[in-house]
């Protein structure tokens, strides 16, 4: 498919249409069915024509899957630098002990024979059901079919690992470095179990841009604290998921680094990259029909402020209330009251989508009918000033549906 770009708003860089994880140059991406799903593809891979360096953030839950054991391993053995990925959905290969770390490596083992490199380029992902071991004769088929081009659409690998998502979540961009055009692509799955600090989500970017993996991590951990880690759709936190991100330097120019005069150019795209994708994941939570935006100012202190919106936006009873298409401010308030950060009600100010709804901590009338037409919109916006500090920081979930219980009363069957 030909790609087409559409310039953003307020930003040096092309949304490329239909654009993904392979469009960047070098960068080829597959998927297929290998049988650990019923009848959906459930194996995926992403191949890089040269040596890329790369970096990756996991998630803070104690029981970390074994996938995220051996790739942290990989990285830190191969000094930042990778070829391939594969992951596999349907199975978390977590909580299965060293059978699951000696999987994974067996995994890195076939992928690295198949495309000729060394095992220790390969990282590895899992999502799925936890505390299942990967029945590894149908991971080996997978491996060997990496190189046949029947399967290395990047559609493929888009659809290969998802788990109750109910659509695919893609993007890439392009922006001019040095005179030359370089691109950032990036692919993601999650829709149940999302919660600050890395929850159950998958994510994966690439680019052709020249940048070592010292300064990727430092990009990488950055855009994280203020894109993924800022979403929640039920407040849990998952054992396995990352986000990594590899640039395999196919487009020459002057190495990006804080001193170059165009890296916050690239750091605008990447960051828009990754709150693209962040919020497609927010947007498609289980059962979801609504995204919520949060903006807090006028915190403190960056911590108070992004403490706050995810508080609003992971309150079971703000996200009932926007499910409900009932603007139920009280809500906003206490949440906003048990988080424990500071706060001064006599200098708090609250809208609801544009309309306030809290002045100084005091009750405005608003115009209900006016009030239940914005709701009825998808995307819901809570605008919070504290007006005690310059600090500012948006989180993003989504609201609390019937369809939420019925999907994960049933995850398992």
Not at 123 to 143: C, F, H
Not at 269 to 291: H, P, Q
Request: proline share 2%; glycine share 8%.
């Amino acid at each position: 498919m030909k790609h087409q770009e559409t310039t953003s708003q307020q930003h040096n860089f092309s949304i490329i249409k239909h654009g993904d994880i392979s469009t960047p140059q070098g960068f080829t991406a597959g998927g297929m069915h290998i049988g650990l799903r019923a009848n959906k593809k459930d194996f995926g891979w992403i191949y890089s024509s040269s040596l890329a360096s790369s970096a990756a953030v996991y998630t803070l839950n104690q029981f970390k899957a074994a996938p995220l054991i051996v790739t942290e391993d990989t990285l830190q053995k191969s000094k930042g630098k990778l070829q391939a990925l594969v992951v596999n959905s349907a199975n978390a290969n977590s909580c299965t002990g060293q059978q699951g770390i000696n999987d994974a490596q067996q995994t890195q083992t076939w992928v690295a024979q198949q495309l000729q490199i060394l095992s220790e380029h390969v990282a590895v992902a899992s999502t799925g059901v936890i505390g299942e071991y990967l029945p590894m004769d149908k991971i080996k088929t997978g491996t060997e079919h990496i190189n046949d081009a029947n399967f290395a659409t990047p559609g493929a690998f888009n659809e290969a690992i998802l788990t109750t998502d109910t659509c695919t979540k893609h993007i890439a961009v392009s922006l001019n470095i040095d005179g030359k055009t370089i691109t950032i692509g990036g692919s993601a799955k999650g829709s149940g179990m999302i919660h600050p600090n890395m929850a159950t989500m998958l994510a994966f970017i690439t680019t052709d841009a020249s940048i070592e993996s010292n300064t990727l991590h430092q990009l990488l951990k950055s855009s994280t604290d203020h894109t993924f880690n800022m979403i929640t759709v039920d407040g849990d936190t998952s054992t396995n998921d990352m986000v990594l991100v590899m640039a395999n330097q196919q487009v020459e120019h002057q190495i990006l680094n804080q001193d170059h005069p165009q890296w916050e150019i690239f750091v605008d795209a990447f960051n828009f990259v990754c709150t693209f994708l962040a919020k497609a994941i927010a947007r498609d939570g289980e059962g979801a029909t609504k995204l919520i935006s949060v903006n807090v100012s006028g915190a403190k202190s960056i911590s108070d402020a992004r403490k706050i919106g995810k508080t609003i936006v992971s309150s079971n009873l703000v996200k009932s209330a926007i499910f409900g298409e009932d603007a139920n401010f009280g809500r906003i308030i206490t949440a906003i009251g048990y988080s424990g950060c500071e706060i001064d009600p006599n200098c708090t100010y609250v809208q609801l989508n544009q309309i306030p709804v809290v002045d100084k901590g005091m009750a405005v009338l608003f115009n209900e009918q006016a009030m239940s037409n914005t709701l009825t919109h998808e995307n819901v916006t809570i605008d919070v000033q504290l007006g005690l500090g310059n600090a500012v920081a948006t989180a993003y979930g989504c609201d609390l549906s019937y369809d939420y219980v019925r999907i994960n009363a049933s995850y398992r069957t």
